[in-house]
């Protein structure tokens, strides 16, 4: 491994690839998609050096030898249900996020990291921006484009800016809840399969928060909203707040 090729920075990309759609409904060919990945990804491990996630992802391999699309999809939803978990949800802003205004402040976040380069969710797409299979298709995307700029010899400024949106992005929103995220569903996964996904992603991305010098920690929630309070606004003088107050409105 060397800092010329990019063979580092995509080797974490295919890692990222593998574990983006592990906690997604999985589509008929789940199970299977991840048995013919993980000898590759079982190389770009031992290429890191990262013994923890290279177990994980044996211990991964063993058990999803044994399910079937079913059995995965049975688990899926023994796991996370037909709505939105209460237990663990894989949404970043239902952790540690009590107030609707909090929750609003990191979603635009998440898409604000997107679009600053270039990414829009497909028209197609019907669930939210902060949910883990999209954190973590966006780290795939920008460990491959700074792949990418290493083998292309790109200029260092701009190699730059994609690593520095890599730690941020690790720092304030991926790593910061993924941990919580990671035990709960630990606790509350149906099966096997489940439990070994959880082990290898908190196994990986601990991997990468100590490339950037962090510790692994949780966060609170998940949270139920909190409503704001208009009381407690500062907006008395705002036309909006008045035509409100004046309409007597009570729960």
């Known amino acids: 491994m060397c800092d010329t090729c990019g063979c580092k920075s995509l080797a974490r990309s295919k890692i990222y690839q593998l574990a983006t759609p592990f906690f997604s409904y999985p589509a008929k060919e789940h199970v299977q998609s991840i048995q013919e990945q993980l000898p590759e990804a079982e190389e770009w491990l031992t290429l890191l050096e990262d013994e923890p996630s290279l177990e994980a992802a044996r211990v991964l391999g063993e058990i999803s030898a044994s399910y079937s699309s079913g059995q995965a999809e049975t688990e899926y939803i023994q796991t996370f249900g037909h709505t939105i978990s209460k237990e663990c949800p894989p949404y970043e802003t239902e952790y540690d996020q009590s107030h609707i205004f909090q929750k609003s402040h990191a979603l635009a976040?998440?898409?604000?990291?997107?679009?600053?380069?270039?990414?829009?969710?497909?028209?197609?797409?019907?669930?939210?921006?902060?949910?883990?299979?999209?954190e973590l298709e966006f780290m795939h995307f920008l460990c491959l484009k700074d792949a990418y700029g290493v083998a292309k010899n790109h200029d260092p400024a701009n190699l730059a800016v994609g690593r520095d949106a890599q730690s941020r992005f690790l720092e304030e929103h991926l790593g910061l809840w993924a941990f919580s995220f990671?035990?709960?569903?630990?606790?509350?996964?149906?099966?096997?399969?489940y439990h070994a996904k959880a082990q290898l992603l908190t196994a990986f991305l601990t991997y990468e928060l100590h490339a950037i010098g962090l510790e692994p920690k949780e966060i609170g929630g998940p949270n139920q909203t909190i409503a704001p309070d208009l009381e407690t606004l500062d907006c008395e003088a705002c036309p909006v707040f008045a035509d409100f107050a004046g309409t007597g409105a009570s729960q």
């Open 109 to 134: 976040d998440v898409v604000g990291f997107y679009n600053a380069f270039g990414l829009e969710l497909d028209s197609g797409f019907k669930d939210r921006p902060d949910h883990i299979s999209l």
């Open 182 to 193: 990671a035990r709960r569903l630990h606790q509350e996964a149906a099966g096997d399969l």
